[in-house]
């Protein structure tokens, strides 16, 4: 095992808050356990549930490290006992149950990915926490299928700009809304077949009028509240919903009756609490079936903005504008 520090730097929040609650502290080095592996991060990626745990509605799992970050890419730099698929020294991007937002970082690895050839380690920081999700969302719960239509919320966020691209590459008719009008072309450009401004008015009369009446195949939703009856009005007969987020509230009035006659089935899931083994098989189909895209060019991470990670305040008062499109990531 190289030679490591005994402790580290890592952003640290001591009460929820707003931004600058957060601030640099250091603690002990931790070392893997069993099926584990220790990376030096790169970078990190930013991302939604952060700023959730930042402001105290969104704590972390009892045996996940209680510092920020969920995603990150680097080098690892020692290995748990039974590790045999990772070699020391190995670049590679992770899904990682929190701590991202240091310059070390524990996770399984099961869960580690390698960079993309051709990609940098600030770019493969941008993809695991929205590959995971929208991959175990939209195909493995929803089974969206090539030539199917899919309407995709919150189009030029870091979750929207990659269900767009990847149910686009993988022969969807991509439908996306949108906040504000200059984001709409960024949302064409992603592969976007149409994008709507949800706050033009209502989504749904489109939505029909583009699909010859018959509604989309599949809703991916980050929206949540007074958006899930007009998911189920612009939904097909048979459609799927799958909801990942609830940014307009988490809680609706269900016109339960529309469910049951267009024999709707509505999934969803969180992916932090899910087992090790789940996120395994999310990670293994993502090897298998999404990254040769990658490596081929035919998905590319946005990333709208970097900061230096003691700067971490500075990129979620950003996020929380909404004005961003695609991903904000912290360099290490």
């Known amino acids: 095992m190289p030679d490591l520090p005994k402790d580290y730097a890592h952003i640290a929040f001591s009460q929820p ?31 939604g549930p952060d700023i959730k745990q930042r402001v105290g509605v969104y704590p972390p799992p009892a045996d996940a490290s209680p510092i920020l970050g969920l995603e990150v890419a680097g080098e690892i730099c020692a290995l748990g006992e039974g590790v045999n698929e990772w070699q020391l020294g190995d670049s590679v991007c992770a899904l990682v149950p929190g701590g991202g937002y240091g310059e070390y970082v524990l996770t399984h690895a099961s869960h580690c990915l390698p960079v ?27 089974g ?11 189009g030029s966020g870091g979750i929207g700009s ?16 949108t906040g504000s009008d200059d984001k709409v072309d960024y949302c064409r450009g992603l592969g976007a ?3 709507l401004n949800y706050r033009s008015g209502n989504f749904v009369e489109p939505v029909l009028a583009l699909t010859r009446g018959q509604g989309v195949d599949v809703v991916f939703d980050i929206a949540g509240g007074d958006f899930i009856n007009l998911n189920l009005q612009a939904l097909a007969m048979d459609g799927r919903m799958v909801s990942v987020a609830m940014q307009r509230g988490a809680k609706a009035e269900v016109e339960i ?19 090790v083994a789940a996120k395994a098989a999310i990670a293994g189909e993502l090897r298998e079936k999404v990254w040769p895209l990658l490596a081929e060019g035919k998905l590319t991470p946005h990333i709208f903005a970097t900061f230096p990670l ?5 990129a979620h008062a950003l996020m929380e504008t909404g004005s961003h499109r695609g991903k904000l990531v912290l360099t290490v």
Not at 20 to 40: C, F
Not at 144 to 154: D, Y
């Open 17 to 47: 808050g707003a931004p600058e609650v957060m601030h640099l502290s250091r603690s002990p080095l931790p070392l893997p356990a069993a099926g584990q592996v220790l990376i030096r991060v790169a970078a990190a990626g930013v991302n």
């Open 116 to 142: 993309p050839e051709g990609m940098s380690l600030v770019e493969a920081a941008a993809l695991p926490e929205t590959f995971f999700t929208v991959w175990g969302n939209l195909f493995m719960r929803a």
């Open 310 to 314: 003691a700067d971490a305040a500075k």
């Open 162 to 177: 990659t269900a767009i691209q990847l149910a686009h590459a993988l022969g969807a008719r991509v439908i996306a809304t």
């Open 193 to 195: 077949d149409e994008v």
């Open 257 to 275: 009756f529309r469910l049951m006659a267009k024999r709707i089935r509505w999934t969803g899931s969180t992916l932090r609490p899910q087992s």
């Open 144 to 154: 969206l299928k090539p030539g199917e239509s899919v309407l995709v919320h919150g």
